[in-house]
């Protein structure tokens, strides 16, 4: 017998210039829905922790790192980031409307409201690969998860980012010895082989152990200098 908490119930569903983005519930969870590729939901954050702060270590103790977060998600990220008063300003990119609104006033706020409301945290809507394209702004850690990986990406555009341009736009919005951090649903060698002659140094994976199937990974790698 099928109950309310086996059927996800859609809770928003948004037509954005990328696509369609849903935002549902399924049970005690709110999960993200991209084209109809599942991207997250709320039921752990682990990985998105661990991106921040192994960003963080990577840094090596600089003194109020400015932190650069590629997608909003769910928010684990930018939340374990403002809780963290190490961090100096913390930018967030994010490229759907829907989900800035889900944060701002609607479901998702119990996680976020607080790492919104503190005046280090700035919300910038816009693609991501545009902004590291553009900006002349530069910071001490790149965290990007907007993707399931650099080999499953959400739109077809997103595969810029982890190719050689794409990488040289991160490496230039990095201050020297800035880290470049990476959220993956599974390890990637070919990405990091794609780090190592984009130029960085210190490339490393770090596992995060799942229940069951392939583990998560976050790809770290540091701008010379």
Known sequence: MTTSYDTPVVIDRRQGPYGEVVLRSHGALLQIISNGCFLMDTSDGRSERLLVDAA????????????????????????????DDRWGR???????RAIIDWHRDGPLSGI???ALADPRTEIIETDLLDYVNEISATFDA????????????VTEGNAGLYGKSGLASCARALRPGGVLAVWSAQPSPEFEGSLRNAGFQRVRTEVI???RGVPDVVHLAVRPG
């Open 90 to 96: 913390i930018s967030v990119v994010e490229r759907e």
């Open 112 to 114: 976020s409201a607080e």
């Open 142 to 153: 790149l965290c990007l998860d907007i993707d399931n990986g650099p080999d499953w990406t």
């Open 56 to 83: 963080f270590d990577a840094l090596d103790g600089r003194p109020e790192p400015s932190v650069l977060i590629g997608g909003l998600g769910v928010g684990f990220s930018l939340a374990h980031a403002a809780a």
């Open 209 to 211: 152990p799942v229940a």
